[in-house]
């Protein structure tokens, strides 16, 4: 069993910047995926980025990319998705999801992750 735990989420003005975090623990997956989606009042939950652990390779949606990064820390139980020039937009509930390494047409969708943490909510005002 793995667990997942996010933070970092909070309430920003439209151009701010937040870090989120998301802690993997529990019974280690041996080449893994984290991923970072959100889901905003009304609509789909939609993948924004991830990360293969063992290479290190990153995606992310097109919404994301160069204002988004994802890493992890040296020991890989940590992920983190530096979210910066936000927008109204971005507000939703960010998780943080994993599974056994994906393919890479494969790696933004929510059906293919079994281990999801609860989420941390981003509000951006504008």
């Known amino acids: 069993q793995v667990h997942l735990a996010e933070s970092g989420g909070g309430s920003v003005q439209a151009g701010g910047s937040l870090r989120l975090s998301c802690v993997l623990s529990?019974?280690?997956?041996?080449?893994?995926?984290v991923a970072w989606f959100r889901q905003a009042p009304g609509k789909e939950r939609e993948g924004v980025a991830a990360?293969?652990?063992?290479?290190?390779?990153?995606y992310y949606a097109d919404s994301a990319k160069d204002r988004f990064a994802i890493s992890q820390d040296i020991s890989k139980t940590t992920v983190y998705l530096q979210m910066n020039s936000l927008k109204p937009e971005d507000a939703a509930m960010y998780y943080c999801?994993?599974?056994?390494?994906?393919?890479?047409?494969?790696?933004?969708?929510?059906?293919?992750?079994?281990?999801w943490g609860q989420g941390t909510q981003v509000t951006v005002s504008s």
């Open positions: 999801a994993t599974d056994r390494a994906q393919p890479d047409d494969w790696i933004l969708l929510p059906q293919k992750y079994t281990y």
């Open positions: 990360i293969h652990s063992g290479i290190g390779r990153t």
């Open positions: 529990g019974d280690p997956l041996m080449r893994y995926t």
